[in-house]
């Protein structure tokens, strides 16, 4: 996941997750397993994360746009937060994200179990503003 803002943009911190370069921050959802006897036809795996929005000033408050889109799809997986499928253009998460409070997010991987085994490879862009 990475958060990169533009001048109109507030800064997005991400929390319960391992900080990788270049002010991304990485989420290792582990192995994802199924019962080869079950008739379930995909797998998934879910994880919840913080997201703190905010700004250089402490004393920054009120709410913010906060979206989300794959800036690099794996077309074998299905991402979703708090229940919304991402693509390659925004989503609007949540359109009254509080700045200055950490908020509980939770991101769904959801793999057909028919895929072969293999290491995924998305990115998830960010964005949160208030115009």
Do not use: N
């Given at each position: 996941?990475?958060?990169?803002?533009?001048?109109?943009?507030?800064?997005?911190?991400?929390?319960?997750?391992?900080?990788?370069?270049?002010?991304?921050?990485l989420l290792?959802?582990?192995?994802?397993?199924?019962?080869?006897?079950?008739?379930?036809?995909?797998?998934?795996?879910?994880?919840?994360?913080?997201?703190?929005?905010?700004?250089a000033?402490?004393?920054?408050?009120?709410?913010?746009?906060?979206?989300?889109l794959?800036?690099?799809?794996?077309?074998?997986?299905?991402?979703r937060?708090?229940?919304?499928?991402?693509?390659?253009?925004?989503?609007?998460?949540?359109?009254?994200?509080?700045?200055?409070?950490?908020?509980?997010?939770?991101?769904?991987?959801?793999?057909?179990?028919?895929a072969p085994?293999?290491?995924?490879a998305?990115?998830?862009?960010?964005?949160?503003s208030?115009?």
């Amino acid at each position: 996941m990475a958060a990169s803002p533009a001048a109109d943009e507030l800064a997005i911190t991400f929390s319960s997750v391992t900080a990788g370069g270049s002010g991304e921050a990485l989420l290792d959802a582990g192995k994802l397993t199924y019962e080869p006897r079950s008739r379930r036809t995909t797998s998934v795996t879910r994880h919840t994360f913080g997201i703190l929005i905010g700004t250089a000033s402490a004393k920054s408050r009120g709410t913010a746009r906060l979206s989300a889109l794959l800036q690099t799809d794996d077309p074998s997986c299905v991402i979703r937060i708090d229940g919304i499928a991402l693509g390659t253009t925004p989503r609007m998460i949540d359109p009254h994200a509080p700045v200055g409070i950490v908020i509980a997010h939770r991101i769904e991987i959801e793999v057909p179990t028919s895929a072969p085994e293999r290491a995924l490879a998305f990115s998830i862009g960010w964005q949160a503003s208030t115009d």
